[in-house]
């Protein structure tokens, strides 16, 4: 008995998620997610290309739009301001710093006996330095990213100029089919003028039940009228 009530249980939500997704709104939600998903990395590219073109001048790109706020503490002065491994340094440094750092560390004998030190050192570095454009700045200081700021303002007005123009088209091709229809329905109370709805005079009261009756009493018999006249 239970097994046959857990089968019709499973048959009822099966028909239930079968209605469900079967229905328009969910149907166009999932058109909707996989079109907006394609539509946003065209406009990361198109965005990315602009940015490009427009930051061709600038060090390192839209990348490179970063500034480093001084430090106001010593965990945001840098990883070793003794050595230069300050706030921020250039991409081209890394090396030299990376061999510095190791000779403060283990001394400059022990480096030069044991040169992987240097390749551990510079790995600890990059731990603690993101790039941005040519610089690598100390991830403890405080960074304000223009680029990425720039690139969300553009990415939204590149989205929205295209929804408005989308939601345009669809206005206008509503607008388009609307007076289509009602060219037809006016075509159609020309050849059947008998059909056309009483003009509603505004401010007028709604007519009642009973005034309607009394319209429709009227018109069955003016066309009792007419049918017996004809035959």
């Keep these: ?54 930051t061709w001048a600038v060090p390192g790109g839209l990348k490179g739009l970063v500034s480093v706020l001084p430090a106001v503490n010593d965990a945001q002065k840098g990883m070793d301001p003794a050595v230069n491994l300050d706030q921020e340094f250039y991409a081209s440094e890394l090396q030299g710093l990376a061999e510095a750092e190791a000779k403060a560390i283990y001394g400059e004998a022990t480096v030069n006996g044991t040169p992987t030190l240097v390749e551990n050192v510079k790995a600890t570095i990059l731990s603690k330095y993101t790039l941005h454009g040519t610089k690598y700045t100390y991830n403890m200081s405080a960074v304000i990213d223009w680029g990425s700021f720039i690139n969300a303002c553009i990415s939204f007005l590149i989205i929205a100029l295209v929804l408005f123009i989308i939601v345009k088209a669809i206005n206008a091709a509503e607008k388009k089919n609307a007076e289509f229809k009602a060219k037809l329905q006016e075509e159609y109370y020309q050849k059947h003028p008998e059909e056309r709805p009483a003009p509603v005079v505004p401010g007028a009261p709604a007519p009642t039940e009973a005034e309607l009756l009394t319209q429709i009493l009227a018109e069955l018999k003016k066309q009792n009228t007419v049918g017996k006249t004809n035959a």
């Design 1 to 54: 008995m239970d097994t046959k009530k857990k089968k019709k249980e499973k048959g009822k939500l099966w028909k239930e998620f079968k209605a469900f997704i079967s229905k328009g709104d969910a149907f166009m939600l999932a058109v909707g997610v996989v079109i907006g998903g394609a539509f946003n990395a065209i406009v990361t590219s198109l965005v990315n290309i602009l940015l490009s073109v427009c």
